[in-house]
């Protein structure tokens, strides 16, 4: 049995040692996060579309128009760091 520490930390002391990390490992970090993370956050999306789509049908215009707004978002939010 290896010898080891356990550590519980709150998100607010996680976010406090990810402030810490130079910048190649906070991207490093974030592509880490972003694989173990992408199934989850495109089901949000697809469930998003689905649910609104059962109450209320969508035009090809008006998923064009969705699919358009989430890629500038993205866009934004990985462009913000760098200004």
Same mark, same amino acid.
């Given at each position: &049995?290896?010898?080891? #520490? &356990?550590?519980?930390?709150?998100?607010?002391?996680?976010?406090? *040692? #990810?402030?810490?990390?130079?910048?190649?490992? +906070? /991207?490093?970090? /974030?592509? +880490? *996060?972003?694989?173990?993370?992408?199934? +989850?956050?495109?089901?949000?999306?697809?469930?998003?579309?689905? @649910? !609104?789509? @059962?109450?209320?049908? *969508?035009?090809?215009?008006?998923? @064009?128009? &969705?699919?358009?707004? @989430?890629?500038?978002? *993205?866009?934004?939010? !990985?462009?913000?760091?760098?200004?």
């Amino acid at each position: &049995m290896a010898n080891g #520490v &356990m550590l519980k930390l709150s998100s607010a002391q996680v976010e406090t *040692l #990810v402030n810490r990390l130079s910048i190649e490992d +906070k /991207i490093r970090l /974030i592509r +880490k *996060l972003e694989t173990q993370t992408w199934a +989850k956050r495109l089901d949000d999306v697809v469930s998003r579309i689905s @649910k !609104r789509f @059962k109450e209320n049908p *969508l035009s090809e215009k008006e998923i @064009k128009n &969705m699919c358009d707004q @989430k890629r500038q978002e *993205l866009y934004n939010a !990985r462009t913000k760091s760098r200004h």
